[in-house]
């Protein structure tokens, strides 16, 4: 029979607790309803643990005949099945773990990724592995590879793979791709806006199911990815087809991934004597850029009074009277998000957005002053 690891690791589960609530009995204790599902869990579970642990499966295989001895419970059968379920969770119900598998040139993405999983499923340092984020990163001091092999070991493996043109030039990057192959790890592969599934090589190819950011399913993709992820660490899935809240930062979250290619191309054509960022731009765009880059928290407010509508950036405040003038700060706005140069960081309290500058805009208004 076909092993089902989730199918096991819900009938380990299922076992223990009934054990749990059974707790310890006298001798000639009466089969009750609980007894009698246990023998009933173990019927489904030793079949399709034959293979892998067929000694265990032959010892539920015994106690599920003989725990019921003429209607009282055998302890000696009974301790066997308990010994055998804690064996068994042992090895199946690992602490549930996403493992995020990149290149370093692609931090940005995966900063975006776990910003999003972060959302869905918590913070928690336990929850995800990647080395691009200081909370989840190697340790200080631990070695890169016994530290990979101990993540595979000691967690059940939820593997997402950001591929890019440059993530076949990492030995690392192969190396933990062919470890989620072997371990037949549940797997999720990304492609960034410049990578194609042609460019997909190596044991998790083009067959495997991937989501190219900027492809017109992206967002069907990706809610049936989020999906997976919370049946994983069995968390209640929503109706994402009605979740507004979900729609808007997996939105966000595609856009942001889509636009850094976007920057980057832009940075090599300037490099090359064009500079497209820069004509883009208008003067009122560049001087509130260089204000924003200067101030401390690089953040800028929306704020809106019975008088009107005020900008605030840093200690500097700016007053927008007529339709116009906010049309334009929208346009400054919209603009910046477009480039990659600002994003929406959180709501205030009247919910008027409150933006923050991301390195792209630093970067550029540097390269201003040089």
Not at 360 to 368: I, R
């Amino acid at each position: 029979m076909t092993e089902d690891k989730g199918q096991i690791q819900k009938l380990i589960k299922e076992g223990l607790s009934i054990i749990d609530e059974m707790g310890n009995f006298y001798p000639n204790t009466r089969v009750g309803k609980n007894a009698i599902r246990l023998i009933e869990t173990i019927k489904k579970l030793y079949p399709i643990i034959q293979d892998s642990n067929p000694v265990i499966s032959d010892v539920l295989l015994s106690s599920s005949t003989k725990l019921n001895n003429r209607g009282t419970i055998n302890a000696f059968r009974y301790g066997d099945v308990r010994t055998s379920l804690k064996i068994l969770k042992d090895r199946y119900c690992l602490p549930p773990k996403i493992f995020i598998s990149h290149k370093s040139e692609d931090e940005a993405f995966v900063k975006a990724l776990v910003k999003l999983l972060r959302l869905y499923i918590g913070s928690e340092a336990e929850k995800i592995f990647c080395s691009s984020v200081p909370t989840y990163k190697i340790g200080i001091g631990k070695e890169i590879f016994p530290e990979i092999k101990s993540q595979f070991e000691g967690n059940d493996i939820f593997m997402i793979i950001v591929h890019s043109p440059r993530y076949y030039q990492s030995s690392v990057c192969l190396n933990e791709m062919g470890a989620a192959w072997i371990q037949d790890t549940e797997c999720y592969s990304f492609l960034t806006a410049d990578c194609e599934y042609d460019d997909l090589d190596g044991v998790i190819d083009n067959k495997f199911i991937s989501i190219k950011v900027n492809a017109k399913d992206a967002t069907d993709r990706m809610n049936e990815f989020m999906g997976e992820v919370l049946d994983f660490f069995n968390m209640p899935k929503p109706d994402f087809s009605t979740l507004s809240q979900w729609e808007t930062d997996r939105d966000e979250f595609l856009k942001e991934v889509c636009i850094l290619d976007l920057v980057e191309e832009q940075g090599k054509k300037a490099k090359d004597g064009e500079n497209p960022i820069l004509d883009s731009l208008s003067d009122f765009d560049k001087e509130h850029l260089k204000k924003w880059a200067d101030c401390d928290d690089g953040e800028c407010w929306i704020i809106e009074t019975m008088d009107g509508s005020f900008i605030q950036i840093g200690e500097e405040e700016f007053c927008v009277n007529t339709g116009r003038e906010r049309a334009e700060w929208d346009n400054f706005f919209e603009r910046l998000m477009e480039l990659g140069f600002a994003a929406i960081d959180r709501p205030n309290s009247d919910g008027s957005p409150i933006y923050k500058l991301k390195k792209p805009a630093y970067d550029y208004v540097e390269s201003l002053k040089t």
